[in-house]
């Protein structure tokens, strides 16, 4: 589940509990199998948020890791909000933030050893949302268009582990776990690509449609012409993709590599509003560094990812403003929000190229003062401190322009690991103010 707040300029005031619903989350059938990478515990957890996006909201999630098989992950989320004020067409009206979370991983199919299935759908509503259609690196922020309207979006994947390295034993990718730490793999990552580490091929299947409750500006019959009742914008279609970890720990990697090559393709058929299609690659490095007297682990963590449609045409739109077989603003090259350029606001920007790169330093603290804490229902393995900067860019061909003017953001991250996931409490500032940013995972997974 993510839980997103933005603080912009420091106009809006920031409000999640989750800390607390932890504290008072409740446990039920917990069990301890020190053979699996992640716990094996129901965790039920009440959470309240408030955003310039959602309002004042509240929700409750279930997790469970190991549900069926020990390298499952499951969550569900469902949430709602109260009235907010809004504008519709030019008239004042409220609207309320709604919806519901579910996701399921990691599922390995019967009758095999290494395909491995998962899924991921979204239902939602939200009474503000920010597009920008132009996401150009010279664009202008306040030129965002915003409306309440749904967000819904659905996904699978099917991810073949590749017989090599450590996929040939471990398929599943299940480790020892000890306060928070992998162990019996000190020797493991940074070792030659292929002979060692885990290799995957997969191929991903995606939905989503957002729809709009202003319709005064989208007249043009392209965003109705499926039927719809509202303007929308649909885009389904398949991923391909090759990842490559040669890590020592996939959920905290404290040395080695990761990397991932990817592609995809909208096909423009059933509700799609047009074809396109996106190449992009990532790559993440670990480096393990010395302590200090009060840390437990100190990892130098650096990211790049560069990614290219050839679909995008500049030369011709569909309608006017926005170009033929571009990708949706929430996908493609695009940066800002959670995970890339997190001092921005999510899509901020976008076009047909886009690069960015990252670092932090992630220091595991020896503090840690609800480790084994009696009235805890849940295990806090660690704490951890990460400064980390941020630069990137996007533009509209892929030339040496990439390197300049690029955009920049620096914070600090409070992060945590509870009974098996690793939660971050981003704080960023760039060039266009301050966000918030509080989720589950650390940036570079994603």
Same mark, same amino acid.
Request: proline share 4%; net charge negative.
């Given at each position: 589940?993510?839980?997103?707040?933005?603080?912009?300029?420091?106009?809006?005031?920031?409000?999640?509990?989750?800390?607390?619903?932890?504290?008072?989350?409740?446990?039920?059938?917990?069990?301890?199998?020190?053979? @699996?990478?992640?716990?094996?515990?129901?965790?039920?957890? &009440?959470?309240?948020?408030?955003?310039? /996006?959602?309002?004042?909201?509240?929700?409750?999630?279930?997790?469970?890791?190991?549900?069926?098989?020990?390298?499952?992950?499951?969550?569900?989320?469902?949430? #709602?909000?109260?009235?907010?004020?809004?504008?519709? /067409?030019?008239?004042?009206?409220?609207?309320?933030?709604?919806?519901?979370?579910?996701?399921?991983?990691?599922?390995?199919? &019967?009758?095999?050893?290494?395909?491995?299935?998962?899924?991921?759908?979204?239902?939602?509503?939200?009474?503000?949302?920010?597009?920008?259609?132009?996401?150009?690196?010279?664009?202008?922020?306040?030129? @965002?268009?915003?409306?309440?309207?749904?967000?819904?979006?659905?996904?699978?994947?099917?991810?073949?582990?590749? +017989?090599?390295? %450590?996929?040939?034993?471990?398929?599943?990718?299940?480790?020892?776990?000890? =306060?928070?730490?992998?162990?019996?793999?000190?020797?493991?990552?940074?070792?030659?690509?292929?002979?060692?580490?885990?290799?995957?091929?997969?191929?991903?299947?995606?939905? !989503?449609?957002?729809?709009?409750?202003?319709?005064?500006?989208?007249?043009?019959?392209?965003?109705?012409?499926?039927?719809?009742?509202?303007?929308?914008?649909?885009? =389904?279609?398949?991923?391909?993709?090759?990842?490559?970890?040669? #890590?020592?720990?996939?959920?905290?990697?404290?040395?080695?590599?990761?990397?991932?090559?990817?592609?995809?393709?909208?096909?423009?058929?059933?509700?799609?509003?047009?074809?396109?299609?996106?190449?992009?690659?990532?790559?993440?490095?670990?480096?393990?560094?010395?302590?200090?007297?009060?840390?437990? !682990?100190?990892?130098?963590?650096?990211?790049?990812?560069?990614?290219?449609?050839?679909?995008?045409? =500049?030369?011709?739109?569909?309608? +006017?403003?926005?170009?033929? /077989?571009?990708?949706?603003?929430?996908?493609?090259?695009?940066?800002?929000?959670?995970?890339?350029?997190?001092?921005?606001?999510?899509?901020?920007?976008?076009?047909?190229?886009?690069?960015?790169? @990252?670092?932090?330093?992630?220091?595991?603290?020896?503090?840690? &003062?609800?480790?084994?804490?009696?009235?805890?229902?849940?295990?806090?393995?660690?704490?951890?401190?990460?400064?980390?900067?941020?630069?990137?860019?996007?533009?509209? !061909?892929?030339?040496?322009?990439?390197?300049?003017?690029?955009?920049?953001?620096?914070?600090?991250?409070?992060?945590?690991?509870?009974?098996?996931?690793?939660?971050?409490? %981003?704080?960023?500032?760039?060039?266009?103010?301050?966000?918030?940013?509080?989720?589950?995972?650390? +940036?570079?997974?994603?």
């Amino acid at each position: 589940m993510v839980i997103i707040s933005e603080m912009k300029n420091k106009k809006y005031i920031f409000l999640s509990f989750l800390i607390t619903t932890i504290l008072f989350g409740t446990l039920l059938n917990a069990e301890e199998d020190t053979n @699996a990478t992640k716990s094996k515990e129901w965790l039920f957890l &009440p959470f309240v948020f408030s955003s310039d /996006n959602t309002g004042f909201a509240a929700g409750m999630s279930a997790m469970k890791d190991g549900l069926f098989q020990p390298q499952t992950s499951f969550i569900a989320t469902v949430f #709602t909000g109260l009235p907010k004020d809004v504008i519709i /067409n030019g008239q004042k009206d409220e609207a309320t933030f709604s919806g519901g979370f579910i996701s399921f991983s990691d599922f390995k199919l &019967p009758y095999t050893d290494r395909l491995f299935f998962s899924f991921t759908g979204l239902k939602s509503y939200f009474p503000e949302t920010h597009y920008y259609i132009d996401g150009s690196n010279d664009s202008n922020k306040d030129d @965002a268009y915003i409306s309440s309207g749904d967000s819904d979006f659905f996904t699978t994947t099917f991810r073949y582990t590749l +017989p090599l390295g %450590d996929g040939i034993d471990n398929p599943s990718g299940l480790y020892k776990m000890q =306060n928070g730490f992998c162990i019996g793999r000190e020797d493991c990552g940074n070792g030659i690509p292929f002979i060692t580490g885990r290799t995957s091929i997969g191929i991903k299947t995606f939905f !989503q449609t957002d729809n709009t409750d202003n319709t005064d500006m989208w007249q043009d019959s392209i965003w109705w012409e499926k039927g719809t009742s509202l303007p929308t914008w649909s885009t =389904n279609g398949l991923r391909f993709f090759l990842a490559h970890d040669n #890590t020592d720990f996939d959920l905290n990697p404290s040395r080695g590599y990761h990397f991932q090559l990817q592609y995809s393709k909208d096909f423009g058929k059933g509700d799609s509003l047009q074809s396109w299609d996106f190449l992009e690659f990532k790559y993440n490095q670990y480096f393990n560094l010395d302590t200090f007297s009060f840390t437990q !682990q100190n990892v130098l963590a650096l990211s790049m990812w560069t990614g290219y449609s050839f679909s995008w045409d =500049n030369d011709k739109d569909i309608t +006017p403003g926005f170009a033929a /077989n571009r990708p949706p603003m929430w996908e493609g090259a695009r940066l800002g929000g959670f995970n890339r350029m997190r001092g921005y606001d999510m899509n901020r920007f976008s076009d047909k190229v886009v690069f960015y790169a @990252a670092a932090e330093y992630r220091a595991i603290i020896d503090y840690n &003062p609800l480790k084994n804490s009696s009235f805890m229902p849940v295990d806090v393995e660690w704490f951890q401190v990460v400064p980390f900067a941020e630069v990137g860019r996007v533009n509209d !061909q892929y030339n040496l322009d990439l390197l300049d003017d690029m955009k920049y953001d620096v914070g600090i991250s409070l992060r945590t690991m509870i009974s098996g996931i690793v939660l971050r409490f %981003d704080v960023a500032y760039g060039e266009e103010g301050t966000n918030i940013w509080l989720m589950e995972s650390h +940036p570079f997974d994603f």
